[in-house]
């Protein structure tokens, strides 16, 4: 669980970001989907997650159902609709499975909201406060791109497993984790020419700053092109890259995204290890997919990214991607989407000294994601 429970002693890491709000880290990821009971059987027994908390019928809440999930800080939250109609059940039916509270562990939720509120953010929640025996915590929340929300938890007050409203999930069912340790970070994907407004809106309503910046050229294939920037909060616990499509020959993967999502959301959610080699081979022996990447990639990649402390031969069996910036290199990996329309899916991240996102390692990327693409005639 988290540490350090205020945001004074956190080093900075982003100059240029305010850090108004300010933002300890991820607080929790909820998902809307069609069956909370199984999908939170997959992130148990496929990804490892640890039972945390419960909230539906036997706890006295008759309209949703929901299962709290953890591994390192990653706290998943995955949420179903107890009946017909209502907003839960047409967010699944437009969008499918997906991310609807990428949620902020804050000093100060009132603060955050007026902060954000001020700076032009539209109100999704104000502020309010729930209790139970175990204390009490301090919510509100704003809309972001599409209809993702980011909630602002203030949990100073509060002791107990998940949030007011949630009993102790013990269940007798355990499986080993894999070494998920944090969200490194979190990508939107939004729509033709409406990344800059959202960078902006990231910079001018939550005091973030830009850390990188991609353009077309950079990551594009024969066929397909987007342009990404990643924006930051001050301390550097939240990373959001903004993809948007670009121009290309084909329908480009974030195309395909708005369209099966039928708009902005999350595209994917990068989870940090600190040994991706046991992690990964513990995932695809639990029958993660992952994309596939060509083995000649393997043979000039030590040529671009210099001297790694691991061995290639693991590295190339899994299917793991090298990359290096000036600072050091990282090593990542990518699943095949985790829903049945292609939308989210999970990055694997070991950085070891590089903070950038693996931009080297884009046109191998997605000339993988392409072959996926054409395999479902979306190309
Ligand atoms: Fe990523």
Do not use: C
């Not at 616990?237 to 290309?248: L, V």
């Amino acid at each position: 669980m988290h540490t350090d429970t205020t945001s004074q002693n956190l080093p900075k890491v982003n100059a240029k970001a305010e850090d108004f709000l300010p933002i300890l880290g991820t607080d929790f990821v909820e998902l809307y989907v069609g069956n909370a009971k199984q999908a939170a059987y997959y992130y148990q027994t496929a990804w490892g997650f640890q039972p945390v908390a419960y909230a539906g019928l036997e706890t006295g809440k008759k309209d949703t159902t929901s299962y709290v999930l953890q591994q390192g800080k990653i706290r998943l939250v995955l949420t179903s609709p107890m009946g017909e109609g209502g907003n839960i059940n047409r967010h699944i039916s437009e969008h499918g499975d997906g991310v609807k509270f990428v949620s902020l562990w804050v000093d100060d939720a009132t603060r955050s909201f007026e902060e954000t509120v001020k700076r032009g953010a539209k109100p999704y929640a104000e502020p309010y406060t729930i209790e139970d025996e175990h204390g009490k915590a301090v919510i509100s929340g704003i809309h972001t791109y599409g209809e993702t929300i980011h909630l602002f938890i203030e949990r100073k007050d509060y002791e107990g497993p998940f949030l007011p409203g949630y009993k102790a999930w013990t269940k007798v069912y355990k499986t080993e984790t894999v070494g998920l340790k944090y969200i490194d970070h979190m990508v939107g994907n939004v729509g033709w020419n409406e990344m800059n407004k959202w960078v902006n809106f990231y910079a001018d309503v939550m005091g973030f700053a830009q850390l990188l910046s991609f353009d077309d050229k950079d990551i594009s294939t024969e066929y397909t092109a987007l342009m990404s920037k990643v924006m930051s909060n001050g301390n550097g616990r939240i990373k959001f890259p903004i993809n948007e499509p670009a121009e290309g020959k084909k329908k480009s993967q974030i195309e395909e995204y708005i369209d099966f999502y039928n708009g902005a959301g999350v595209q994917h959610i990068a989870v940090a290890t600190d040994n991706i080699i046991e992690t990964v081979s513990e995932l695809q022996r639990r029958g993660v997919e992952f994309l596939n990447i060509p083995e000649t990639y393997y043979d000039t990649v030590l040529d671009r990214v210099g001297e790694i402390d691991e061995d290639l031969a693991p590295l190339k069996e899994l299917g793991i991607l090298i990359d290096s910036d000036d600072e050091g290199y990282l090593l990542q990996i990518f699943t095949k989407p985790v829903l049945d329309r292609p939308t989210m899916f999970f990055e694997i991240i070991q950085r070891k000294g590089a903070q950038s996102f693996g931009k080297g390692n884009f046109k191998a990327l997605f000339e993988a994601i392409e072959r996926e693409q054409d395999l479902r005639g979306t190309l």
